[in-house]
């Protein structure tokens, strides 16, 4: 008579399932991917790397002749040399990020938001232009209220006006700030917009802010994603890992 296996015997005949073993993520992997996707962009980043790497270099091999320290020199340039390169490369990886977002609905919300405190930006704009597709978005911080608007000069002051009316309503003896991101004449260039909130002078307690941010929230305003990309600030290489934490 022929002996039937038991589930348990059979679940331990298996074999055991592992699980899926996640991959680490190294600085030079971040590397590469900040030096890809800028090149997409700015074809010369390599001409640039290169030559930030070589110039640097070329410095330390004369110092090194006039010294009578050649090898010592070399050896001592090498990692400037990269540092120089990385430097490069982070900052055209930064420029890039935010030419591949430029252009689209919501842009400079998606540069607002890589501060990464002090700021607070809903992402629902605080004020559309339904038949145009002017943004306003609002911020809050130290400093009080931002408006940032989006679109054309000629057309974006008078729903940017619109809404500091509207915001002053309700909080009357707040700072407000208005701020046209775009690049035309009198405009914030999307690269600089967040420093440029950022250099703002604090007026505000954090107790102050924080009541002020739960009565913007009943102004509410009506709903649009943030543009998909590559975020600028994560463009840059993870220098932690650089150093090896």
């Not at 993520?25 to 390599?46: C, E, F, G, I, S």
């Amino acid at each position: 008579m022929a002996r039937q296996n038991s589930p348990a015997a059979a679940s331990s005949a298996e074999p055991s399932a592992k699980p899926a073993k996640v991959k680490k993520v190294r600085w030079y992997h971040q590397l590469w991917q900040a030096y890809q996707m800028t090149r997409k962009v700015d074809p010369a980043v390599t001409w640039w790397l290169l030559g930030s790497f070589l110039g640097v270099l070329a410095i330390a091999v004369v110092i090194g002749l006039l010294v009578d320290q050649l090898v010592y020199l070399i050896l001592l340039g090498l990692p400037f040399a990269a540092l120089a390169a990385m430097y490069l490369l982070a900052r055209r990886a930064e420029t890039a990020a935010y030419r591949q977002i430029e252009g689209q609905p919501g842009a400079s919300l998606s540069a607002l938001r890589t501060i990464r405190r002090g700021w607070e930006f809903p992402e629902e704009p605080a004020a559309v232009d339904p038949r145009t597709q002017d943004l306003v978005f609002r911020g809050i911080g130290r400093a009080g209220i931002v408006l940032v608007g989006e679109g054309p000069s000629a057309r974006i002051g008078r729903l940017l006006d619109t809404e500091r009316k509207r915001t002053a309503r309700v909080l009357p003896n707040v700072p407000i700030t208005l701020l046209q991101a775009g690049s035309e004449e009198g405009q914030v260039p999307l690269r600089k917009l967040p420093r440029t909130v950022q250099k703002l002078k604090s007026t505000l307690t954090k107790q102050e802010v924080a009541e002020i941010s739960k009565r913007l929230r009943a102004l509410g305003g009506p709903r649009l994603p943030v543009p998909k990309g590559i975020d600028p600030m994560r463009a840059r290489p993870d220098r932690k890992g650089m150093r090896g934490r």
